[in-house]
T-cell receptor
């Protein structure tokens, strides 16, 4: 079956511009996660959705970053007034469901490589 | 707070020789631990997971890892490396949905 997909695969933008990154999770997965991976680092948690609501957005670095998941499936990560430091690979993952003390495998998409010039 | 330390940023082995990727963690709970692999230009894939059952965990592609609570370690091993194993490997500790990632170890396979 189809895995997690992310579009675009690459995005080059200029400093100060607005960008949107899209994630299509696996069908039926209620949990969705966004991560950011800088060169030479492991992924860094940004935000977690359970259904339509953001259950934890503590990883968003500042108010330029925002994410939505209006119908509980596709999610969009939005970055305003981009800065060169935002350049990274943005990863999306989904999982069937999750409890506070249980782990559910997260299935990752291929990522979107964002370059801010 | 939970954290993960991968002791080697790069590991280079010859094809057919054993692989050892080292990982130490700190956690105030009984942790769930994982290894993910990331091939170039591909998504992250779960290799194996430890969730308080058997301490020796077998994963895909011949990899296994042993949970050692006394050493707070979760090292990844494979008896015989294959060229297709060349990739970045991440050790991960979790509490519920939160995944805490190590910085990664790049595995290089020499022919």
């Amino acid at each position: 079956g189809a895995g997690v997909s992310q579009t675009p695969s690459n995005k080059v933008t200029e400093k100060g511009k607005y960008v949107e990154l899209r994630c299509d999770p696996i069908s039926g997965h209620t949990a969705l996660y966004w991560y950011r991976q800088s060169l030479g680092q492991g992924p860094e948690f940004l935000i977690y959705f359970q259904g339509t609501g953001a259950a934890d957005d503590s990883g968003l670095p500042n108010d330029r970053f925002f994410a939505v998941r209006p119908e509980g499936s596709v999610s969009t990560l939005k970055i305003q007034r981009t800065e060169r430091g935002d350049s990274a690979v943005y990863l999306c993952a989904s999982s069937p469901h999750v409890g506070l003390r249980t782990f559910n495998e997260q299935f990752f998409g291929p990522g979107t490589r964002l370059t801010v010039l | 707070a939970q954290s993960v330390t991968q002791l080697d940023s790069h590991v280079s082995v010859s094809e057919g020789t054993p692989v050892l990727l080292r990982c130490n963690y700190s956690s105030s709970y009984s942790p769930s631990l994982f290894w993910y692999v990331q091939h170039p230009n591909k998504g992250l894939q779960l290799l194996l997971k430890y969730t308080s059952a058997a301490t020796l965990v077998k994963g895909i592609n011949g990899f296994e890892a042993e949970f050692k609570k006394s050493e707070t370690s979760f090292h990844l091993t494979k008896p015989s490396a294959h060229m297709s194993d060349a990739a970045e490997y991440f050790c991960v500790v979790s509490e519920g949905y939160q995944l805490i990632w190590g910085a990664g170890t790049k595995l290089i396979i020499k022919p």
